[in-house]
């Protein structure tokens, strides 16, 4: 997610310094307001940008929205959440007191389109030999969109019909749902 005030040439820019597959997931963000020179001048203490640090709310609204705006950068999102969660211990606390966090989010959309999963866990391990890291921190992700994707264990604990409840519209949905 890109805020710019050229538009145009920093997207290429970042390409020729940054090659990656990710690059693909840039996109403007225009501001419903546009910013002058001065709104962008992070030195003064009265500018815009410098008064959006402080105080949220006195941003601008967003000009045009993409369709999965939401969707945006989901893995990172998440770990950013959960990694706030984690670092729980007060000065002096022993490691071994961090409680665990175990985050699960229900996302409305297939998170990694070239490997759909209806119930995906992401825990840290080493790559080489799949020993896991800590016990204490995961991530799962319940995708709504592929509640067909459920396997048997799936369904053997009800995460399917848990799925399920998440996506009802109707009253008669969540009866039929909760009789079987």
């Given amino acids: 997610m890109l805020l710019t005030s050229q538009p145009a040439a920093l997207p290429q820019r970042l390409l020729k310094i940054w090659p ?4 693909r997931h840039f996109f403007e963000i225009q501001p419903g307001i546009p910013y002058t ?3 962008l001048n992070w030195m003064d203490k009265k500018s815009h940008s410098t008064m959006e640090m402080s105080d949220p709310t006195s941003r601008p609204g967003i000009a045009v929205k993409r369709d999965n705006m939401d969707e945006y950068n989901w893995p990172d999102r998440s770990i950013s959440y959960a990694s706030r ?3 729980q211990l007060k000065r002096g606390e022993y490691y071994i007191n961090a409680k665990p966090v175990h985050s ?3 996302l409305n959309f297939t998170l990694f389109e ?3 999963e209806f119930n995906a866990l992401y825990q840290l391990l080493n790559v080489k030999t799949k020993r896991l890291y800590s016990e204490k921190f995961s991530i799962h992700v319940i995708d709504l969109s592929r509640i067909d994707l459920a396997t048997e264990e799936d369904r053997y604990y009800g995460i399917d019909r848990w799925a399920k409840l998440f996506k009802t519209k109707t009253w ?3 009866r039929m749902i909760t009789k079987k």
């Fill in 114 to 116: 070239d490997n759909p």
């Fill in 104 to 106: 699960i989010g229900f």
């Fill in 85 to 87: 969660n984690f670092d």
């Fill in 20 to 23: 990656c597959y990710r690059c």
């Fill in 172 to 174: 008669e949905d969540l």
């Fill in 37 to 39: 020179k001065a709104d």
